[in-house]
């Protein structure tokens, strides 16, 4: 029972072309997340909404953007895709409150930009 | 300078041995200190967590943290081939945003 999904999990595009990324959670959760994975970075955050209306910019937002439709669904934009987008990239959720919030992530996309 | 520093490896030890990961970090707010596994084509999945200083141990794993000298360890005690995995250390001071290592990969043998 995947709680955080991600689509597509694989995806091959050219330079220039506009993607999207899909998550959708059924955790009920509040905050939401992309981050990309590369490696030797590790992961990196690239946007953050905290509720349907609260969307903030991570560390390398340059060349991406987001939507939030609902409390469960969180997109990943790409306008206009580089070579160097071509990464694995998580959506995460959490909880808002409480003593801890574990982010919990979905299996990933890995996107490939030729 | 990173956030979160944490060597790479890859990390390469018999079944049975202690393992040691590490993680050192700039930030002296961050006060909750985590380490998720990542298995192959699959998401992080959180492992343990600590907040502020100390220890915290929970079956063969145990973490520390160090706040004075902003470094954080996990220990695998009796290490196993299915812990082989990639490990990634992370921090936040207030659950807002995580910081996350760039994680070190970890092949028991056999």
């Not at chain 1, 060349?63 to 998580?90: M, W």
């Not at chain 2, 050192?24 to 343990?48: C, D, I, V």
């Not at chain 2, 141990?57 to 973490?63: I, M, P, Q, S, V």
Request: positive net charge.
């Amino acid at each position: 029972d995947a709680d955080v999904t991600q689509t597509p999990r694989n995806r091959i595009t050219k330079t220039g072309k506009r993607i999207m990324l899909e998550c959708s959670q059924t955790k009920g959760h509040d905050r939401m997340y992309w981050y990309r994975q590369d490696p030797g970075l590790g992961l990196r955050l690239i946007y953050y909404s905290f509720d349907v209306k609260d969307i903030n910019k991570g560390e390398i937002s340059d060349g991406y953007s987001v939507s939030r439709q609902a409390q469960a669904k969180f997109s990943l934009s790409l306008e206009s895709a580089i070579p160097n987008q071509t990464a694995l990239y998580f959506c995460a959720t959490s909880e808002t409150g409480g003593a801890f919030n574990e982010q919990f992530f979905g299996p990933g996309t890995r996107l490939t930009v030729l | 300078q990173k956030e979160v520093e944490q060597d790479p490896g890859p990390l390469s030890v018999p079944e049975g041995a202690i393992v040691s990961l590490n993680c050192t970090y700039s930030n002296s707010a961050f006060q909750y200190f985590m380490w998720y596994r990542q298995y192959s084509r699959k998401g992080p999945e959180l492992l343990m967590y600590t907040y502020s200083s100390g220890n915290k141990e929970d079956g063969r794993f145990t973490a520390q943290v160090d706040k004075s000298s902003k470094y954080i360890s996990l220990f695998i005690r009796d290490s196993q081939p299915s812990d082989s995995a990639t490990y990634l250390c992370a921090m936040s001071a207030n659950f807002n945003k995580f910081y996350f290592g760039s994680g070190t990969k970890l092949n028991v043998k056999p």
